[in-house]
């Protein structure tokens, strides 16, 4: 006997298994297709949850790094976490508490209006920080001075994108003068690195701390709350301790009074933020995730291979039959067991080789309307994410085997003699409980993902379309910068209302009516009451132009100047305090600073939705406070919002020269907010919808292989006085009946599931028998179609051709 | 080379037991050129099944170059088969997808005998049956003779101590089944053993010796020529 020599017999499996694939050319298409969909599918999901997952991981020693956050008890609204800290904490947390070794605090504004030369531009992403956000966040800083960037007043740090958008370069920008918020002076003292897409915080301008202590002195008491902390742990530091001496610096220096009890504080790993600070109601945050969401996404991912693996393990089985000859052969001639399971499993790794390549290519195909749709910018690289190439080596390996390694052994176990006797029993033949038990469960699988999506789709179209109790149709809004905006407010209140086609104008803190900060007013009254409530900024016009209705009291009328300590309450506020008679009831405070105005009740307003649907509506005060105006509202009555538009762009630029006119529509702002929704929907039915013709396309080959199987029967009966549709009906019931089970199986799972999503939301529909009829009927369909052409061929063919070769 | 004793082999399903050999004896020497004939259902197939270490016997001994084998795991009957045993069936039984050279190279591939020497040996014997000239085809290229022929090549490249031919002549007409019968003639004259089953009176002629089975018994055994 000879030394055996692997390589030879792996070289003969190889040509065998090209040839074979070839041979059988279109269930080999079938199966590379399959799996190369499924493979795609896998990999963009792949791709996303890598991208998630990898937020901030670039922050060196991001393990000893956290955010203060605070857990607090709002009278009126029960508990909410709050990622924001009073201005002193940061460096005296460090001063006073040896486990941090290191602080930062940081205040993040949205638009800025920033003027380089004679150009006015609009700056994102703007932080008041301290220079230690460069050691803590690992930042590199590309030019200019980088151990003292932040320490001045008035000094600025811009990434290098704004550097080139400005300057056109690092090097030029240094130095340069520019007007930030309408206030000259401010230095570029360093051109930091760009931010990466996949950071929590995105930082394009930093401006000196000490610049905001000068502007806004009340950043210095410990009853502020405005600024994000994050601090560094020493290695050996346990956080719980960390956050237990925080809270008792809080409590030493009387912090955040005006709250009935503590804050209690947490330390809030940075890594986890991304993902797991959904619960977290302020917070410097760029782009939330939802960690949910990426465990459904896996969970997708893992279906939709799944379902195709399933498919190459039945098309192998009911293919064996055809194998069944050679693998008599073989054994006759001396291949042991073994020999045929590598040959098998050597076909298996082949086909997943070319759907990989498939899937690779279809991959790159679907970006960009992938990137579009999630407003993401993933791509495959191979060298600079070895991560992504050693998991595509390792999906190889697992598909190859998982598909490949149940029919290896089947196909293998075929004695000698049945086989070359082609005397092989059931097993080999579709009717076998494995091929049906696999087929039911892709069918489950799709129904139930159909029925998640029906109920899905149903709950964000009702969110969307429901009504919000105020009427933003045909309203923008104009914003206010900086300066003199009680003034700016009236002047174009007045220019805004001359202008053809504009209903009403009013002037407001925000387009729906709210800022986005929170205060705690004292009920002055012989039992001392506290409520958290939303704060809102708003003239006389708001609430007639938002179709906001007065249920009780009067509106603002800014003829009386006694009105400028009125305030109007929505119903939930009054809920909260527990009034009947709330018009006349007077607050003792805001803030607990006696200083400030006594404001008494006017007015109560009707409930409306002023942030997204997703979330009760929450107690809310309204004022007139002019200093607080940040936008003036447009309702206009024309169907042309174009003209609209350039009109009152027109009027800004009379007004204020050089100024940007930034300008936002109500309704596309509410839209902006169920994006994410609309975004996930699509998603989710893309993948549904592969899931499903992922099945179809493993049905397709398998009733081929099934009507081959039958043809003797078929003519025969044919033969007999059979009618087409009979013969019909005879193949297309064994399938359809394996999809009724699987929606018996499906429906319930799906239930419990969409069940489970509806309790994310406020206000919910109610799950229907349509929903589950509406899954069940689509799955019967897509079976039929699949079906129907391999019945219909065998139905009409001439028996004699199968009985002749008998 | 091969002893039989009380060979027996009964198939059972769940209603019924069927008695394919019941009790068979026989010896059979080095050199032989044995025919089993019977009618359709005595069991002739059974018995090359067992002769061929196919299947194992329900009952009885089978003693294959004086080893004691009827009780043999798949494992070790298939080691055996492939250096002992060459088949060739009526069907022939190629494998569609090998060529000719291909075809008659596989047991040499499970034997693991090195490529230069494989391709040496598989030319020798593709020459010898006449073939060579196809040896790149497929066998559905060929003829049923030519597939017969590169079937007696496989079942001969590795030089095996016996052949057994179940029908070789059965799908092939009498001008192509006795070029098929004399290739194995030749065989056994230069001293394989050869074992065949046949219906055909015409083919058991070049045997020496012609053992009758029915219902699963020999009945008659009838010495043709004289071996020595």
């Given at each position: 006997m000879h030394a055996k020599k692997p390589y030879t017999m792996y070289r003969n499996y190889l040509k065998i298994a090209f040839r074979n694939l070839y041979k059988q050319y279109s269930y080999t298409l079938i199966n590379v297709i399959g799996l190369?969909?499924?493979?795609?599918?896998?990999?963009?999901?792949?791709?996303?949850?890598?991208?998630?997952?990898s937020f901030d991981k670039h922050i060196p020693e991001i393990e000893s790094l956290y955010r203060v956050t605070q857990i607090q008890q709002a009278e009126g609204v029960g508990e909410q976490h709050v990622a924001f800290n009073p201005?002193?904490?940061?460096?005296?947390?460090?001063?006073?508490?040896?486990?941090?070794?290191?602080?930062?605090?940081?205040?993040?504004?949205?638009?800025?209006?920033?003027?380089?030369?004679?150009?006015?531009?609009?700056?994102?992403?703007?932080?008041?920080?301290?220079q230690s956000v460069f050691r803590i966040f690992g930042i590199a800083l590309l030019a200019g001075d980088t151990t003292n960037a932040l320490t001045e007043p008035k000094s600025v740090v811009i990434s290098l994108k704004a550097a080139k958008k400005y300057f056109g370069s690092a090097e030029n920008a240094l130095n340069q003068q520019i007007v930030f918020n309408y206030e000259n002076g401010y230095t570029i003292r360093a051109v930091m690195e760009d931010q990466p897409e996949n950071a929590h915080l995105q930082m394009d301008?930093?401006?000196?701390?000490?610049?905001?202590?000068?502007?806004?002195?009340?950043?210095?008491?410990?009853?502020?709350?405005?600024?994000?902390?994050?601090?560094?742990?020493?290695?050996?530091?346990?956080?719980?301790?960390?956050?237990?001496?925080?809270?008792?610096?809080?409590?030493?220096?009387?912090?955040?009074?005006?709250?009935?009890?503590?804050?209690?504080?947490?330390?809030?790993?940075?890594?986890?933020?991304?993902?797991?600070?959904?619960?977290?109601?302020?917070?410097?945050?760029?782009?939330?995730?939802?960690?949910?969401?990426?465990?459904?996404?896996?969970?997708?991912?893992?279906?939709?291979?799944?379902?195709?693996?399933?498919?190459?393990?039945?098309?192998a089985i009911a293919r064996s039959v055809k194998r069944a000859k050679e693998v008599g052969v073989r054994k006759t001639l001396g291949a042991s067991r073994l020999n045929l399971v590598y040959q098998f499993l050597g076909e298996s790794i082949i086909i997943t080789l070319f759907a990989l390549i498939g899937a690779l290519f279809l991959v790159e195909l679907s970006l960009p309307e992938f990137n579009q749709l999630l407003d993401i910018?993933?791509?495959?690289?191979?060298?600079?994410?070895?991560?992504?190439?050693?998991?595509?080596?390792?999906?190889?390996?697992?598909?190859?085997?998982?598909?490949?390694?149940?029919?290896?052994?089947?196909?293998?176990?075929?004695?000698?003699?049945?086989?070359?006797?082609?005397?092989?029993?059931?097993?080999?033949?579709?009717?076998?409980?494995?091929?049906?038990?696999?087929?039911?469960?892709?069918?489950?699988?799709?129904?139930?993902?159909?029925?998640?999506?029906?109920?899905?789709?149903?709950?964000?179209?009702?969110?969307?379309?429901?009504?919000?109790?105020?009427?933003?149709?045909?309203?923008?809004?104009?914003?206010?910068?900086?300066?003199?905006?009680?003034?700016?407010?009236?002047?174009?209140?007045?220019?805004?209302?001359?202008?053809?086609?504009?209903?009403?104008?009013?002037?407001?803190?925000?387009?729906?009516?709210?800022?986005?900060?929170?205060?705690?007013?004292?009920?002055?009254?012989?039992?001392?009451?506290?409520?958290?409530?939303?704060?809102?900024?708003?003239?006389?016009?708001?609430?007639?132009?938002?179709?906001?209705?007065?249920?009780?009291?009067?509106?603002?009328?800014?003829?009386?100047?006694?009105?400028?300590?009125?305030?109007?309450?929505?119903?939930?506020?009054?809920?909260?305090?527990?009034?009947?008679?709330?018009?006349?009831?007077?607050?003792?405070?805001?803030?607990?600073?006696?200083?400030?105005?006594?404001?008494?009740?006017?007015?109560?307003?009707?409930?409306?939705?002023?942030?997204?649907?997703?979330?009760?509506?929450?107690?809310?005060?309204?004022?007139?406070?002019?200093?607080?105006?940040?936008?003036?509202?447009?309702?206009?009555?024309?169907?042309?919002?174009?003209?609209?538009?350039?009109?009152?762009?027109?009027?800004?630029?009379?007004?204020?020269?050089?100024?940007?006119?930034?300008?936002?529509?109500?309704?596309e702002r509410l839209e902006r907010q169920y994006r994410n929704d609309q975004n996930s929907i699509r998603l989710f039915t893309l993948f549904t919808v592969l899931a499903i013709l992922i099945s179809a396309l493993g049905l397709y080959g398998l009733t081929a292989l099934?009507?081959?199987?039958?043809?003797?029967?078929?003519?025969?009966?044919?033969?007999?006085?059979?009618?087409?549709?009979?013969?019909?009906?005879?193949?297309?019931?064994?399938?359809?009946?394996?999809?009724?089970?699987?929606?018996?199986?499906?429906?319930?799972?799906?239930?419990?599931?969409?069940?489970?999503?509806?309790?994310?939301?406020?206000?919910?529909?109610?799950?229907s028998v349509f929903d589950g009829l509406i899954s069940l009927f689509a799955a019967l369909l897509t079976a039929i179609i699949t079906v129907f052409i391999h019945a219909y061929r065998a139905a009409i063919s001439n028996p004699v051709n199968a009985l002749k070769n008998d | 080379m091969i002893k039989a004793e009380k060979l027996t082999k009964v198939f059972r399903t769940d209603e019924v037991e069927t008695t394919a050999l019941n009790e068979v004896s026989f010896s059979i020497h080095k050199g032989e050129f044995v025919a089993i004939m019977g009618p359709s259902g005595c069991g002739k197939s059974t018995l090359l099944n067992i002769l061929g270490l196919l299947d194992n016997p329900t009952g009885g001994s089978y003693y294959f170059l004086d080893k004691e084998v009827s009780k043999s795991t798949e494992r070790q009957r298939a080691n055996l088969r492939k250096e002992n045993i060459g088949f060739v069936f009526q069907n022939f039984n190629l494998i569609d997808e090998l060529t000719v050279f291909e075809n008659v190279e596989l047991p040499l591939?499970?034997?693991?005998?090195?490529?230069?020497?494989?391709?040496?040996?598989?030319?020798?014997?593709?020459?010898?049956?006449?073939?060579?000239?196809?040896?790149?085809?497929?066998?559905?290229?060929?003829?049923?003779?030519?597939?017969?022929?590169?079937?007696?090549?496989?079942?001969?490249?590795?030089?095996?101590?016996?052949?057994?031919?179940?029908?070789?002549?059965?799908?092939?007409?009498?001008?192509?089944?006795?070029?098929?019968?004399?290739?194995?003639?030749?065989?056994?004259a230069n001293g394989t053993t050869i074992i065949m089953v046949t219906h055909s009176q015409r083919d058991a002629e070049y045997a020496q010796r012609v053992i009758r089975l029915f219902d699963g018994q020999i009945i008659n055994e009838n010495i043709k020529k004289n071996l020595l």
């Open positions: 190369s969909t499924g493979i795609a599918a896998f990999l963009l999901i792949v791709l996303y949850i890598q991208f998630h997952l201005g002193p904490l940061a460096d005296e947390a460090v001063k006073v508490i040896p486990e941090i070794t290191d602080a930062v605090r940081m205040m993040a504004w949205g638009a800025v209006p920033v003027r380089v030369d004679d150009n006015y531009h609009t700056q994102d992403n703007v932080i008041w920080t301290d301008m930093l401006v000196s701390f000490e610049s905001a202590l000068t502007k806004y002195p009340f950043l210095k008491d410990w009853n502020s709350n405005s600024l994000g902390v994050y601090v560094k742990l020493s290695p050996t530091a346990i956080p719980g301790e960390a956050a237990e001496k925080i809270q008792n610096l809080l409590t030493e220096n009387k912090a955040l009074s005006s709250l009935t009890s503590g804050p209690e504080i947490y330390l809030q790993e940075v890594s986890d933020i991304h993902l797991h600070a959904g619960h977290i109601k302020f917070q410097n945050n760029y782009a939330q995730g939802d960690f949910n969401l990426i465990i459904a996404f896996i969970i997708i991912a893992l279906i939709i291979i799944i379902i195709a693996c399933i498919n190459f393990i039945n098309l910018q993933l791509k495959i690289q191979f060298l600079e994410n070895p991560l992504f190439s050693v998991g595509l080596l390792i999906i190889w390996l697992v598909i190859s085997l998982l598909s490949g390694v149940y029919p290896a052994f089947f196909i293998s176990r075929f004695q000698a003699i049945e086989a070359l006797k082609g005397t092989r029993e059931s097993g080999s033949k579709f009717g076998g409980w494995l091929s049906k038990a696999l087929v039911i469960f892709q069918f489950s699988v799709a129904i139930a993902l159909i029925f998640i999506i029906i109920v899905t789709s149903r709950q964000i179209q009702f969110v969307i379309h429901k009504d919000l109790g105020y009427n933003y149709n045909n309203v923008v809004g104009v914003k206010l910068h900086g300066g003199n905006v009680a003034e700016d407010a009236a002047l174009l209140k007045q220019e805004f209302k001359r202008l053809s086609g504009i209903k009403q104008v009013s002037a407001a803190s925000n387009i729906n009516g709210v800022a986005g900060s929170q205060f705690t007013i004292t009920v002055d009254d012989t039992v001392t009451q506290k409520l958290m409530v939303r704060a809102g900024y708003v003239d006389e016009d708001f609430f007639a132009l938002m179709d906001i209705p007065i249920i009780e009291g009067r509106n603002f009328n800014e003829d009386y100047s006694s009105d400028d300590e009125a305030i109007i309450l929505n119903q939930a506020a009054v809920e909260a305090l527990g009034w009947t008679n709330p018009i006349g009831k007077k607050f003792k405070s805001f803030d607990d600073n006696d200083s400030l105005q006594k404001p008494t009740v006017i007015g109560v307003i009707s409930d409306y939705h002023y942030y997204s649907i997703h979330s009760r509506i929450e107690p809310a005060a309204y004022m007139l406070n002019p200093d607080g105006y940040g936008i003036i509202c447009i309702k206009y009555q024309t169907n042309d919002a174009k003209s609209v538009i350039e009109g009152l762009e027109n009027s800004w630029n009379t007004l204020f020269p050089g100024k940007p006119f930034d300008w936002i529509s109500a309704e099934r009507v081959e199987q039958r043809n003797r029967e078929i003519s025969i009966r044919k033969v007999l006085g059979g009618s087409v549709f009979q013969m019909m009906n005879l193949i297309m019931h064994e399938f359809l009946i394996l999809v009724a089970i699987a929606g018996a199986l499906a429906l319930p799972v799906g239930y419990m599931f969409a069940r489970q999503m509806l309790q994310q939301f406020a206000y919910a529909i109610k799950i | 591939i499970y034997l693991g005998m090195p490529s230069k020497e494989r391709r040496k040996r598989v030319n020798e014997v593709l020459e010898q049956m006449q073939i060579a000239h196809r040896s790149k085809h497929f066998p559905l290229q060929l003829s049923g003779g030519q597939q017969q022929r590169v079937a007696v090549a496989r079942a001969v490249i590795a030089k095996p101590a016996l052949i057994l031919a179940d029908e070789p002549t059965g799908n092939l007409d009498s001008a192509h089944g006795e070029e098929v019968m004399n290739l194995l003639n030749d065989l056994n």
